[in-house]
C-alpha cells in the first residue's frame, strides 16, 4: 500500500514537475534546432535575392538604353520634319 503522507506527494509532485521541465526543455531544443536548419539556408537565399536583383538592374539599364535610342531617333525625326516645314514655308525670292 502506498503511504499518502504530505512528503512523499511533494517529492511525486518535484518528480512530474521534472519530468515536464525535461520534456518542454526538449520541445524547446528541438524547435530551436528547427529554427536555426531554417537560418543556414538564409546565406543561400539571399545571394539568390542578390542575383536577382543585380539580373533586374541589368534589364532596367538595358530598356533605359533602348528608350534613350529611340527618344533620340523621334527627336531627329521631329526636328528632320520641322526642318522640311520651314522649307515649305519660306516664300521663294523673286529674281
Known amino acids: 500500500m502506498v503511504s499518502s503522507s504530505p512528503r512523499l506527494r ?4 518535484g518528480v512530474r514537475r521534472q519530468e515536464m521541465q525535461e520534456r518542454s526543455l526538449d520541445k524547446r531544443v528541438d524547435l530551436v534546432e ?3 536548419e531554417a ?21 532596367i539599364r538595358s530598356g533605359d538604353d533602348e528608350t ?5 531617333v523621334l527627336h531627329e525625326d521631329v526636328i528632320a520634319r520641322l526642318a522640311t ?10 529674281r
Not at 511533494?10 to 509532485?13: A, L
Not at 516645314?85 to 523673286?94: D, G, T
Open 10 to 13: 511533494i517529492r511525486m509532485c
Open 34 to 36: 528547427r529554427k536555426m
Open 39 to 59: 537560418l543556414e539556408t538564409l546565406p543561400d537565399r539571399v545571394t539568390r535575392v542578390e542575383l536577382q536583383l543585380v539580373h533586374l538592374r541589368d534589364e
Open 68 to 72: 534613350r535610342r529611340y527618344m533620340r
Open 85 to 94: 516645314i520651314q522649307e515649305v514655308r519660306r516664300p521663294r525670292k523673286k
